[in-house]
């Protein structure tokens, strides 16, 4: 398993759960001297920095990129992929397969997080479910062409109305045999959602494909009361190799959260 911290290059969302806020060069270079092997970017759209600049400076940091957020197109644009409005619906599948061609440059996956949306009161619970099937059979096979895969992110009861469980998102994925799909374990959501992350971990694994590494507060793990030990035991017994990448607010200051991170994840990683 590889570590991972995540650059938010949207100033405006400041707040937000994202540990580095420096500009791109700034930014890797501080995610190298932490150590980390990779970083996750969350940016308003398919592009970071300058032409070829990201490719450069990942190359001169010895990092690699571990996945890219889409949920600016949610939070900025309005968009989810399961609007009772098609033409919304439409949009948002496009605003992701520009997101999974940025990423596939670095055989990066992107993630469908916040960009899921929610059943409201125009459709189903049927209606979007078909709506998130759909799309992620369409985004799925586009991220398989592109040589990478794309993460699907189960969300808690106050993000969604449609998967809050890791392993009943994987049994969806399964059911409707989508390929190209991976799962993204939020440790912040599944301690809110699940009766046991490590048992819930365990019976999803064979869709896992990235995790946020959060604590039961969405501070760096440590800084809350969530017990990491089963956990990072229960990732050792899967065949997962992918990143453990924090996706935590930056408290109590950035640097802190990261060095907090990264001592976390070699403690138990290692
Ligand atoms: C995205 O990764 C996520 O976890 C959502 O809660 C949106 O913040
Ligand atoms: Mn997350």
Redesign the pocket.
């Known amino acids: 398993m590889k570590s991972c911290v995540t650059l938010s290059l949207v100033p405006a969302l400041r707040g937000?759960?994202w540990i580095l806020w420096d500009e791109l060069s700034i930014g890797l270079e501080k995610a190298h001297a932490l150590g980390f092997d990779a970083v996750e970017l969350f940016t308003e759209d398919a592009s970071a920095g300058k032409p070829g600049e990201l490719a450069h400076l990942l190359e001169k940091n010895d990092l690699s990129l571990g996945a890219v957020?889409t949920?600016a197109g949610k939070v900025i644009q309005g968009l989810t992929i399961t609007s009772s409005d098609q033409a919304v619906r439409e949009q948002a599948k496009s605003f992701i397969v520009e997101m999974i061609y940025f990423g596939a440059e670095f055989a990066a996956p992107a993630?469908i997080?916040?960009m899921q949306g929610n059943c409201g009161k125009e459709s189903t619970v049927a209606d979007a479910r078909k709506y998130l099937g759909d799309a992620l059979s369409f985004l799925g096979e586009k991220a398989s062409q592109a040589g990478t895969f794309l993460l699907y992110?189960p969300?808690n009861r106050y993000?969604t109305n449609l998967f809050n469980h890791f392993e009943e998102a994987a049994d969806f994925l399964d059911e409707m045999k989508i390929e190209g799909v991976r799962l993204?374990a939020?440790l912040?959501?599944m301690n809110i959602e699940e009766k046991d992350i490590a048992s819930s971990l365990l019976a999803g694994a064979r869709r896992l494909g990235h995790v946020?590494y959060a604590d039961s507060n969405r501070r760096a793990v440590g800084f809350g009361h969530t017990p990491i030990e089963p956990i990072a035991q229960a990732l050792k017994k899967t065949d997962f190799e992918g990143y453990i990448s924090a996706?935590v607010f930056d408290w109590p200051d950035p640097e802190s959260a990261a060095k907090q991170t990264i001592s976390s994840f070699r403690k138990h990683f290692s």
Request: net charge negative; no cysteine.
């Open positions: 937000g759960p957020g949920g993630i997080g916040s992110e969300l993000e993204l939020d912040f959501h946020h996706e």
